[in-house]
């Protein structure tokens, strides 16, 4: 009965292992994937329209000018790869895939996204992405 209570034991060790270390691996493979498929489909036509959209919202310019104040040494995350993988941590995968699709047939709004994500994400965790969204406009 010792011996089956042990290989029992060990067994659930080595699932609860191998499981941790899918989620881990997964998600960072995950967002290395969404993160390359919005490089290849930001050409430098799009990214400009990207940047002409951005400094032309005022909502994006306070966000800019809050980041720009924030200490990163505070942060959770500083880097574009961090922030994608706690994005993806937080708010899954399958549900940024359908907020895309709601988003580009027009039947999310603005203030439905970020209302969605400032429930999923800590304060720290809004200012970490404020600041990584500071850095990438200002490289």
Same mark, same amino acid.
């Given at each position: ?6 290989? @029992? $034991? ?6 609860? /292992? ?7 691996? !997964?998600? &960072? ?44 040494? @505070? $942060? ?6 961090? /922030? ?7 708010? !899954?995968? &399958? ?45």
């Amino acid at each position: 009965m010792k011996k089956f209570l042990t290989i @029992t $034991l060990i067994i659930l060790v080595l699932l609860g /292992a191998a499981g941790y270390a899918v989620w881990h691996f !997964g998600t &960072n493979i995950a967002s290395e994937k969404i993160f390359e498929k919005v490089e290849t489909t930001l050409d430098d036509e799009n990214l400009e329209e990207v940047k002409s959209y951005i400094e032309n919202d005022p909502d994006v310019q306070e966000i800019v000018s809050e980041a720009a104040t924030i200490n990163p040494d @505070t $942060l959770p995350f500083q880097t574009k790869e961090e /922030a994608t993988r706690v994005i993806i941590k937080k708010v !899954g995968v &399958n549900r940024l895939l359908d907020i895309q699709e709601q988003a580009q047939n027009g039947s999310i709004s603005k203030d439905e996204i970020l209302s969605e994500l400032e429930g999923k994400l800590s304060e720290e965790e809004i200012s970490a992405l404020k600041y990584v969204l500071y850095k990438e406009l200002n490289k």
